[in-house]
């Protein structure tokens, strides 16, 4: 931990500092490839629906000893009232045959077929679930007009925090996330029941949580940012990046961690349903999630940002300083080497006051950096 | 804290097992809205159905705008859904033939009334009001009005004009009528006299027998086996409108018990044909003491309900066949009599009513008319193993997750991790009593879907610690005590929170708000949880950790404290640092 507690120290304070948002071109062309390759698939493999959306009964009952997926299937067919060929799935602590949609009667006849012919206390314990075809499209079209109002929420909520280009941000970055994770749906062919598509919502939530902490950081760091000229909004945003990198690295942790709890217990021991549609959706979607509010949705803000006129100038400025104190401090070099130095000094120094002086060695600090220069030595033996 | 009383948390059926049933209505027309009374009335219509199957805490709710999901506890897919799966049907039909249910019904359970000749014929202790409705109107509407006598309440109701009984209470009722050109009114002395021959008719029908003429036998087969006791009772059979039937009166509602059954003719109207049916109060003014409920009726069954009625008034108040049973989801919610031929399609039924009475009656007649068509969406039935092993599992991956989450806190963060765990512990415990005192209070049940709910929370409740903690060591890094650390970090991290539990909030609301079925036990404990994070971290995790601040473990910066400033990358000046620094 020591030397983790060292990283993100060091990314507090800028010295490492992995430029996200000056490559965003490279994140813009990697989140377009898996976008297109997204699309591609969802147009040519398209979805792997449940049987909420096609309709049909899906059965789950207890196994016995010895019992194989054949007899499973057996006995559902056994029952004389299904006709296709049953989808049958060993589960924990089971078996979930789907058929096709039955009707009441015929379901209990499938009940006590498969009682009969697994020798099961009573009928009853074979759980029947039939979903009618158009169940799982009136739910997604529930679930989207959701999605629709909640961005448009989302829109007002972050326009007010913050402004309205890290909510235009925001909601690519969420819209980014959904389409990945819909791809990865399709690619995968794993089945989609409304469980996922309220899964899929929740992501929303999430991703939002991730880009919010981001953004909030971004916004303190570049608060007074053209009164000083010494960073671009680009380089005020990518510090603050890394600054909360240690926050949406370990937020995503612990939030995965739980998730992958449901996904392990859901999948592997519950075989199919609630907890596994859920857990699955999630876990893609907050991976997605981690990596757009890092990579896509502040690159994003910082585009937008650059439009403007204000931060264009300051940019302007910004390079010319860099470019004279090239020219000048060349001999600096190894100063910016020993970044603990830099600690900030004044006492109302902020973070953002710790990274100005490592990224950039700008003239300004020279009269300063002559006093500072003997600092170390003498403070540390202190 | 709120340990008396239930101590459990109200599971829902996926976790306890029983039968879930979701019904989607449909416009009766392509385009058409389904309207909030319409789906009331049908709610109300199922309630009934469902109640009658005699299941204890069966619920059925609405959800969304178009949607009714039943839940039945306990086993029996098939009666339940064959139960609530038809569509609510109106009908007007002639009785032919109408007998108390079970010798033993002497006294019904409402309302003894007083004198038992009244009651021979069973029931609900019909009361005529002699004053109020026996008299007829004088308004001055030149249409004349039907009468009828009505049970509120879905009480099968004895005959007009039966005997004016002390007992106010089950209501009953009497008749009244004729358009006021033509009234005849009726005193109370007259009245009384028809009650005793009324009374006097009806012993010796009971003696002699129902006059079963012109009754289908195989109808009347089916009508001496009826023995109207549980599903025996009909609820929500479709009855051929063409035919005779053998139907059994409404259930009290209470009791679950029938009191009468019927023979009936042919369907005469259909709840179609009913253009309008309302409630209208009293009005003393024009000696309408009590509520009643007005109905019209379209030109088709304007003409089957005049012939109808006239035959019916022709054969006189006291015989059986001058009564018509309104007909609701296969059993008869009411038989008024008939007074007069009513023949301008506006009829009104009248009978002791208070105004919810007269409501639900009028809502009867209006909604039945519009039978909102409902699609079974999903029947999905757990066993109570299956349940169990759903609930088992569900702990477990919640038991997985959150200690992952303990181990990951407790390696990154050391004796901050303690803190998170301590918060989160409190967490879970708020969770908990919340979600029992809302199964206490607002009956909600924890679903397979919540407790995913809750373990994805506890994701968003670390991570408020995780933005504490960071900000916390941020400003450790920047050479801050602990004590002044803590107090800047946390007015830093408190926005930050706030911000991020808001837009999850909102998340969760606006998924409860447009969710159907188990995601909404999702949605739920996903906003519950959101709110205790932040009280949590609040008015738990920060006075925690200011009052640590205190201690030599964490102040000093202790190397298993998570706030070492070696570790942290802090140089070892820091204690003096500032200080030090603002006088340099």
Redesign the interface.
């Known amino acids: 931990m020591s030397r983790l507690g060292n990283i993100g120290a060091r990314l507090h304070r800028g010295e490492i500092s992995l430029d996200f948002v000056g490559r965003q071109k490279t994140w813009y062309a990697v989140s377009g490839l898996i976008l297109v390759v997204s699309v591609v698939s969802l147009l040519t493999l398209g979805l792997n629906f449940g049987v909420e959306f096609k309709g049909g009964t899906v059965f789950q009952f207890p196994t016995k000893p010895g019992v194989t997926t054949s007899d499973a299937r057996a006995a559902v067919k056994d029952s004389g009232v299904v006709k296709e060929d049953p989808i049958v799935q060993k589960t924990g602590t089971g078996w979930r045959v789907q058929t096709e949609s039955l009707s009441s009667t015929d379901v209990t006849k499938v009940q006590d077929s498969v009682q009969q012919r697994l020798h099961l206390a009573k009928a009853d314990d074979v759980s029947p679930q039939s979903v009618g075809a158009s169940w799982g499209k009136d739910i997604s079209q529930k679930a989207l007009e959701g999605l629709l109002i909640f961005i448009v929420a989302i829109v007002i909520y972050l326009s007010i925090a913050f402004e309205w280009r890290m909510a235009v941000a925001a909601i690519i970055a969420l819209a980014h996330d959904i389409l990945i994770t819909v791809g990865v749906y399709s690619l995968v062919q794993f089945e989609v029941t409304p469980s996922s598509v309220v899964g899929l919502l929740t992501i929303l939530g999430y991703s939002l949580y991730d880009t919010v902490v981001v953004f909030d950081k971004v916004r303190e760091n570049t608060r007074s940012l053209t009164t000083s000229n010494t960073m671009t909004y680009s380089q005020a945003a990518n510090l603050a990046v890394n600054q909360t990198l240690v926050r949406s690295i370990n937020t995503s942790i612990i939030a995965l961690l739980p998730v992958a709890g449901l996904l392990f217990i859901g999948a592997g021991v519950l075989g199919a349903g609630t907890l596994k549609d859920l857990a699955l959706v999630l876990f893609v979607g907050m991976l997605a999630g981690a990596y757009s509010s890092i990579c896509i949705a502040t690159p994003i803000v910082a585009d937008l940002q650059e439009r403007q006129e204000k931060y264009r100038t300051l940019a302007k400025r910004v390079a010319a300083k860099a470019n004279s104190a090239k020219r000048k401090a060349k001999p600096e070099v190894e100063v910016a080497e020993l970044p603990q130095d830099d600690v900030p000094d004044e006492a109302e120094a902020s973070s953002v006051g710790a990274g100005v002086r490592v990224v950039q060695n700008g003239p300004r600090q020279q009269p300063r950096r002559g006093g500072s220069k003997g600092r170390p030595s003498g403070k540390k033996k202190r | 804290m709120f340990w008396q009383g239930q101590k459990k948390p109200k599971l829902a059926l996926?976790l306890a097992g029983g039968t879930t049933v979701?019904l989607?209505a449909e416009p009766t027309k392509p385009g058409a809205k389904i309207g909030d009374s319409e789906m009331g009335q049908a709610i109300k219509i199922m309630r009934e159905r469902v109640n009658g199957l005699g299941v204890s805490e069966a619920e059925v709710t609405k959800q969304?705008n178009n949607?009714i999901v039943v839940q039945v506890p306990g086993?029996?897919?098939?009666r339940v859904?064959?139960t609530i799966?038809t569509t609510a049907k109106l009908e007007f039909r002639q009785v032919l033939v109408a007998a108390p249910v079970g010798v033993t019904q002497q006294a019904p359970a409402p309302a003894p009334s007083p004198t038992s000749t009244g009651k021979t014929k069973g029931g609900a202790s019909p009361s005529a009001k002699p004053s109020g409705s026996a008299s007829a109107k004088a308004s001055g509407s030149a249409s004349p009005s039907a009468s009828a006598s009505a049970t509120p309440k879905g009480r099968a109701l004895a005959q007009a004009l039966t005997k004016a009984s002390a007992t106010p209470k089950p209501s009953a009722s009497a008749k009244a009528s004729a358009s006021p050109s033509a009234s005849q009114s009726l005193t109370p002395q007259q009245l009384q006299q028809l009650q005793q021959q009324l009374q006097q008719q009806q012993q010796q029908q009971q003696s002699t027998g129902e006059d079963f003429s012109g009754v289908d036998p195989a109808v009347k087969a089916q009508f001496d086996k009826l023995t109207c006791v549980g599903n025996d009772i009909g609820q929500g059979r479709t009855l051929d409108p063409a035919k005779q039937a053998a139907v059994c009166a409404k259930p009290d509602p209470k009791t679950h018990k029938v009191d009468y059954k019927f023979i009936l003719s042919p369907a005469k109207i259909s709840g179609e044909q009913i253009t309008k049916a309302q409630a209208m109060p009293p009005d003393p003014q024009n000696g309408r003491m009590q509520w009643v409920v007005s109905l019209d009726m379209n030109g088709s069954a304007t003409k089957a309900f005049a012939t109808f009625t006239q035959q019916a008034a022709a054969l006189g108040e006291n015989n059986t066949r001058n009564h018509f049973a309104i007909v609701l989801d296969g059993t008869v919610y009411s038989w008024p009599g008939v007074k007069e031929a009513i023949t301008s399609g506006n009829a009104q039924i009248e009978g002791q009513f208070n105004q919810e009475d007269a409501t639900d009656l009028a809502n009867v007649l209006k909604y039945g008319a519009l039978p909102l068509k409902f699609?079974?969406?999903?029947?999905?039935?757990?066993?109570a193993?299956?349940g169990k092993?759903?609930l088992t599992?569900?702990l477990?991956?919640?038991?997985?997750?959150?200690?992952?989450?303990v181990l990951?806190?407790l390696?990154?963060y050391?004796g901050l991790g303690l803190v998170a765990i301590s918060s989160l512990a409190v967490a879970t415990i708020f969770t908990y009593e919340a979600v029992v005192l809302l199964g206490k209070f607002i009956n909600f049940r924890m679903s397979?879907?919540g407790i995913?709910g809750a373990?994805?929370a506890?994701?968003?409740t670390?991570?408020s610690f995780?933005?504490f903690f960071?900000r916390l060591?941020?400003e450790v890094?920047?050479?801050r005590t602990l004590r002044t650390a803590v107090e800047r970090g946390w007015v830093?991290a408190r926005?930050?929170i706030i911000?991020?539990d808001?837009?999850?909030f909102?998340?969760?609301l606006?998924?409860y708000?447009?969710?159907?079925?188990?995601?909404k036990g999702?949605?739920f404990t996903?906003g519950l949880t959101t709110l205790i994070d932040v009280v949590v971290v609040f008015f738990f995790t920060k006075p925690l950790v200011t009052l640590l601040a205190r201690t030599k473990f964490f102040g000093r910066g202790h190397r298993f404290s998570g706030l070492?400033p070696?570790?942290?990358?802090?140089?070892?000046?820091v204690p003096n640092r500032?200080v030090?620094?603002?006088e340099?």
């Open positions: 996926d979701t989607t969304g949607v086993q029996g897919q098939e859904v064959k799966g699609k079974q969406s999903s029947i999905e039935s757990v066993s193993t299956l092993d759903q599992a569900g477990v991956a919640g038991a997985i997750g959150l200690g992952l989450v990951y806190c390696f990154y050391r397979l879907a995913a373990i994805v506890v994701g968003i670390a991570d995780v933005v960071e060591r941020d890094r920047e050479g830093r926005r930050t911000v991020a808001a837009v999850s909102i998340a969760a606006l998924l708000w447009f969710a159907i079925g188990g995601v999702f949605a996903l070492d070696r570790t942290l990358g802090m140089t070892k000046r500032p030090g620094t603002k340099a």
